[in-house]
């Protein structure tokens, strides 16, 4: 079980088991054993984290409270702790950052590792993947699994195929053997209604998807269908980049009650558009594209976007724009009531051109950055998030 | 209503004001043009609702009436004709058919009183000014003009009028624009109006290098009359920034070099630059100008160039196209820069296009 050819790169997928209810129950002995579920418990709350317990009654994270409640009456509720688990994280990637520079983050718990240059040094890909979990372990008492193969995708599968506490490794011809007969919506881009669409034409499985006729891939993948075959082959070229640019920045708000009302609901945008504004401008970027987010009652999501030139970084823009394409939407779905509501932008890049009029705009906006930092969020803001707008 | 006259009689006051109508309309009659043919004469009119453009035609009237007829289908029926061909329109009920030689086309109509015109726009200030200096004032500055900003008074002309001269002045937020002519007229001075960029191409194809031209300013609008063609737009309701105070003073170290040596330096230097944001380097010093550019796959442009400057060596970055579109605009032999720091804008202009200033801010390196 060692990494192949020379060219053959080695890249692990660390994955954390049920990272925020492991971290509640590792911090309160009390919860050890029992279904906690971390996130909010009122009527609108939702699950971010389950613990294994809590996992055996269907209980999945992003699964309104009401649902698990239903599913697990003694499920322990937990209010989450983001600050803290941010900090347990951080710890963790100390720990990654023992093993390899190349360290690719994709969420708190969650990241790409890449071991090429590290195989020499710590024996086998399988002595590297048992260290890394024992690293892990050591520092925090928590467990994670652990996928290894030649690129993201494979590790990335791997690490899932053994959860919890699981160590997969899979190079050469086990790629194939282990893939194939999986569901094709294993392969990263093929959500949900893909999979649909997929099923409809008989393509269930990896295999099956390497397989289809090439009429097949273009229609459902359009110029992504080539891609998408090597996908299924386990082929993928994809660096790990450890210093990975944000591709985007949003803020949501699930309401305590819906909100029906055009002028509540632009006051929530304007302290949405505020946070989202505040986050480009501490990176030092600008944003190009403008989204919004709608969840109504009944949980149909929405997102709505829009192009702006030029580039923004200030609240005023991104809430100007994010109204109007929340009054188009509501045109559209007139009456609508929301439980959900949230601002993102995309398209970053540097704020590397100046402008000639910004500068007092930028500066009321950093300058407010930094009250805000030191009072708290709510310590000063603009008339339009607050009530009697 | 009867028309006649030759192909060319039609198409000539169709091909002025079709650049007007839209290729995706809101409303189904702005896809039509309004001919309106009186005992003194025929018109056809085109509009978006924000421009409009009115044509007299040379065609001869059997029976005058109002009808609005499909534009672009109307056009492309006459330019297909032979030259010199015979045409004749007649409407009758719905229909308007046209005639010519052996063709026969029958089109749709809607009724000319639905056509949305624009009547009086109550005019304040007059302004007479020949075409030859209209030309320029649009020519130096419309690149600069904003394109779809959320700044949306940033997306046409500033027209400010001065004493015994008119003002352009187009900004994107990036890079400014001015340029001043002589005008004469009954205006108030100091009154500023913003013509939206549509307005503003649409005119820059309408005046020629020869003869006046009457400019009318309304509360909403802005009247020119040019030849046979009274072109009128609405104005974009909104202030202009207050584009006096980011236009640096003249200080000391001014640049000088040879505009057609450094715009071809730039140009080809741009080549190599990241196609997103066009940022070039430049070094500047006493011994010269140093322009470097790269673009993500690592590949690099290094150009010198012969300049004066007596000032500090210095190190700043811009988009190259802001830079081009200004050298492009300037017409003498030699170029002048002046530049304070890698953080605030610089100013260019030449001796030879008197009234013409280019601000432009820089990127940071």
Redesign the interface.
Known sequence: MTAGTDQERCIAHVDMDAFYASVEQRDRPELRGLPVLVGGSGDRGVVAAASYEARRFGIRSAMPATEARRRCPDALFVKPRMSHYKDVSTEIFRVFGEFTPDVEGLSLDEAFLDLTASLRLFGTASDLGIRIKERVKEETGLTASVGIGPNKLVAKIASDLDKPDGLCILFGPQISATLDPLSASVIGGIGPRTAQRLDRLGIHTVLDLRNAPDHQLERVFGRYAARMRQKASGIDDRPVCSHRPDQSISAEETFSTDIAEPAALRRKLAGLAQRVAARVRAKGLQASVVIIKVRKSDFQTFSRQRR???A?GDEA?VY??AVDLLSVWLTDNPGARLRLLGVGVSGL??????????ESSDRLGSTLDTIRDRFGQAAMGTGRSREGD | MKLSATREAFLEPLQAVIGVVERRQTMPILANVLISAQDDGVSVTATDLEVEMVARAEISVGQSGEVTIPGRKLLDICRALKDKAKVELTVSGEKATVRSGRSRFTLATLPAGEFPVIEDINAQEQIVLTQASMHKLLEKTHFSMAHQDVRYYLNGLLLEIGKGHLRAVATDGHRLALCDVEAEGTATAGRQVIVPRKGVLELQRLVGNEGDLNLAIGNNHIRAEVGDIRFTTKLIDGRFPDYQRVIPKLGENNITADREDLRQALYRAAILSNEKYRGIRMELSGGGLRIQAHNPEQEEAEEEVEVGYDGEAMEIGFNVNYLLDALGALDGETASFQVNDPSSSCLMWDEETPGCRYVVMPMRL
Not at chain 1, 349 to 358: E, M, N, Y
């Open positions: 702006v030139t030029p923004i823009t100007r724009v890049s540097d704020a590397a051109q100046l402008g000639l009029f910004s």
